[in-house]
C-alpha cells in the first residue's frame, strides 16, 4: 500500500489524540480511519480542504524506542508529507499573564539539555532553530480568525525533562526570558524535520505552570489545553490549504499567448550583428542573466529588443515585454516593477507581494522578459531586486540610456547609431542609414522621383543623413514625410534648420550621451511643420497622454480621429500597439516629450480638464468585470486621480472610491501608487479613505503592523472631522479592522472610548455594533457572537432586559463548547437579570453555574463577581449563607490585585451593610 500526506499530525498521549479527533469531527465532519502500510499505523482523515492529512502517535520524549525523532522519521520515509504538526499540551511559565487552554506555537525552539553546568552558573549551549517560516506564517495568520482562546507565538522550551518545579522553570526562563512554555518533544521533532528538509512546528496548550501541582484537576487541564491547540489546528485547515504551491502557468484557464511582442510592420536594418548577440546570451544559460543593451534615446533598442526576442519565440516557453516607462510613481520600487511584470504576465491577481512572490511563481519556466526603458525605473533597490530576481533563472534582456555591468550577473552592449556618409562615395549605397532611409521611401511609395539620384541629390542625401546623425528614428522620421515635401533633396537639407554635423562618437560611447539630441529636435520640428496648422495641434494635444491610449480617449479628449491616427502612423509620429487585438496607439518617448513642450499652457489645463472628466466617466460607468480593459488604462486614471486631487475636485471622493472598490475586489493592491496620492490632498475625509484602502492592502497580505497603523490613521482622521456622522460606517470599519480584526483583543472596548462616547451621543452604539458584525466573513461566527454579545451589554446598560435575556440566551448556547470565558460570562448575565425581574431561584442557578464555569479556567474577576452576587442575593433574602460568599469574593478579590475589583467588592458590601 502507497501513502502520501500533504499534512502529518503527531499526538502524544491519549487526551490530545482524543481532544484531535473530536475537533476534526466537529470542524471538518470526518472520522480517521486507522492504515498500517508498513511497521507503523496512522489515522488517515481523508481530503481535508484539498488536502491529504494523517496522524500517528509517539511516546513522550525526544529518545528511546517509539519517542519523536524515531516515530518521526519512519512516518516522513513513509508518507513523505510537506508540513509536520505536533499537537498537545504543554506547561506555561506565568500564570499572571498567561491562562490554562492558551495555544502556543513555537516561533522557534530553545533546546535546554545542553548545557555547561558550573558551579555559581549554567550556560545553555543548545540549538535554538527556527520552525518552518512558511507554517510560522500560516498559523499567524490564522490567529486573526481565531478567538476560542488567546494564542502565543514566539520561543518555546524543549528537553527530555518533565518539568514539575517551580525553581527549575524558572531556572530556564532565566536563562531564555522570552520564553512562552514548554515540552519534551520538540528536539526530536526539529532534528527529524531538518534533516529530511521537511516543514514542521508545535502547536500545543497550555495545560499547568511546571510548579509542583501537575496532578491538580490534570485531566480537566489536559483535555482543555489539547482540545484548543486541536481546534485551532482544525480551524487553519478549514481556512486554507496547506500545501505544496502548484505553478499558476499549468493551472491557466485560457492558453496565454506565446509572447506580447506582435509582428514585425517594416524592414529591420543593420542590426543582425545585435540580434545575434542577443541570440547566443539567451540561448546560453552558463553567460550572464541580464543584458542591457544601451544607448540614447531614438537609436532602437526597443525595436533591436522586439525582434530579437521575435527570432527567439521557438526558444523559450513565453517571452513578455514590460514598458517601464509607464510607470505613475514619483519614486519607483521594486513591488511595483515587479507588479508592472506580474500584470503583463497575467499574474497580479492575488499577488499580495510581487517584489517577494514572483519570483517563487516562474521558477521551471523558460521564460525571457523584455524590460523596456528600465531608466524610468532605475534606482538602487530596483537594480538590487533585479538581480536577485534573474538569478533564480529568468533571463531578462534590459534596454536603458544607463550603463549597467555586474560581473557575473550583468553586463551592457551598445547600440550604436548607424554610420552616416560623409561623402557620396562609391560605397554609398552599402551603408545602413542609406538603406533604411531608402526602404522607408519604399513602403511610403515615394521612391519613384528618387529611384535614380544625381550627383547633387546624393550629396544633399548626405547633409540630410548627417543632419540625423545616424538615430534611426529620425532618420525613418524623415524619410516617412518625404512625401509630403514639395522641394529638392537639398532643399530638404537647408530646411530641417540645422547646420552639418560632425559624427560624434561621444554619442554613443559616453554610456548614453544627453538626454536630448539637436538632431532628433530639428527632424520632429521639419515633420511637424509638414502638416496643416489645426492637425498640428491636434496631435500637439497626444502629449496630454503619460504613454499609451485608445482612439476613443483620443477622439473624446483631443479630437484626433481614426484617420489621423492612422495618417500620422504613416509618418512615425505615432506607433502601434503590435499585441494581436490591441487598438491602442502610442507615442515614443522622445517624441511624446517634444509634444508636451509644445503644448500651450492654456491648452494644457484644458486637456487634462478634459482627460479628468473622461477617465472619470469611464470608471464611473465600469464595473469589476471589466478590469482586465481598465489595468490598460491604469496610468491614464492614476493621471487622472491625481488631478482631481490637486484641484480638490468635489467628485474625488467618489472617483477614488470606484477605483478602490474595483481593483481591491479583483486582488490588485496599489499601496505605492495610494501613498503618492496622499502627499497631493489636503482633504481629511479623502486622506482618511487613503489610509483605510492601504491599510486594506496590508492587511490582505498579512502584514499586521502596517495594517494596524493605517487602520489607527483612518480611524483617528475620520473620527476628528466627521461629527455629523456621515462617514461612519468608515470610521466602523476602520474600527473594527483595525482593532478586532487584527489586534485580537478581546477585552479592549471594540471602538475604543472616545468612539464609544460619541456613538452614545448619537444613539448609535448599537448600529455600531451590528454594523461590524456585517463587516465579517461569513465563516467568522464565533467573532460575530462576541459582537452579539456586547449588544446584549448595550441593551441590559439601557435597562431593556427583555432584549437583552434574549441575546445572551443565544450567546449561551453559541458559546457552549468553544469559549468557556464568554459562556460563563453569559450565565453571569443572565443571572443579573433574573435578579433585576426578582427571580432569584433562577438567578442563584445561573450564578452557580458561571461560578463553576470560571473555577475551571481560574478567572479570579468572574469568581468575585459570581460570589458577590450571590452574596448580595442571599443577604437581600436575610440567608445566613451570604457571609460564605462574601468571604470567597474577598480572597479572590485580593488575588486578583485589582484596585478596580476592590471598590467594587467595597459598594456591594457598603449596601449590604445598610440593608
Known sequence: MHLSADVLLVTVNSHETRQLFEAFNEIHKVTPNPLRPRSRTYNDFGEINGMRVLHTLCEMGTSGLGSAQQAIDESITDLQPHSVIMVGVAFGVNPKKQAIGDVLVSRQLSLYEQARVGAKTNIARGDKPHASAELVNYFSNTQLYWSEAKVRIGLALSGEKLVDSPEFRDQLVAQEPEAIGGEMEGAGLYVTCQKRKVDWILVKGICDWADGNKGEDKDARQALAARNAARFVATAFQLAPLKRVTNPFEQAALPEPQSNLGESENAFIGREALVETVQVWATDRTVEWILCLRGPGGVGKTRLAREAGRTLRGQFDRICLVNLESQSLETVTPALVASAMAQTLGLSEGLKEPDKELAGLLVGQKLLLILDNFESADTKATRTWLKDFALTGIKCLVTSRKRWTVRNIARDVLVKRLVVPSSPTRDFDMLFAVQLFRDRLDSEVALAPYATLSDSDRAALVRILQVTEGFPLAIQMVAANLLHWEGTLASLASGLGVKELAYR??????????????????????SLNLLPEDERARFLKLGVFPYDFSPEAAQEICGVSLEDLQRWWQRSLVERDTTPNSTRRFLLSLVREYAREKIRKSDESILIGKKTDYFIKYMINSDKNTIFEILKEKENVVHAIKNCIRNDDSRCLVFFNKIAEIFYTNGFYEEEIMTDMLKL????????????????????????????????????????????????DLLISASVRGRYDILRRREENLFGKKVITKFRKKDLIIYGYKKAIELLRDNRELEKLHLEYKIGVTYEIQKDFGEANDIFLRCRDGFSGKDIRYFANSLFRLGKISYAYEDDEKGDQYMNDCLKEYKKINNKFGICHANLQLASSYCRRSHSDYKLFLDCAYEAALETNSRRTMEQYNKILEGMKNK
Open 505 to 526: 562618437h561621444d554619442l554613443d560611447e559616453s554610456g548614453g550621451g544627453p538626454e536630448r539630441h539637436e538632431s532628433m529636435g530639428a527632424c520632429f520640428q521639419w
Open 681 to 728: 490632498s489636503n482633504n481629511n475625509i479623502l486622506i482618511a479613505n487613503i489610509y483605510y484602502r492601504i491599510a486594506e492592502s496590508y492587511y490582505h497580505k498579512s502584514d499586521n503592523l502596517n495594517a494596524k497603523k493605517y487602520f489607527k490613521k483612518c480611524f483617528t482622521d475620520i473620527n476628528d472631522c466627521s461629527e455629523d456622522y456621515v462617514h461612519s
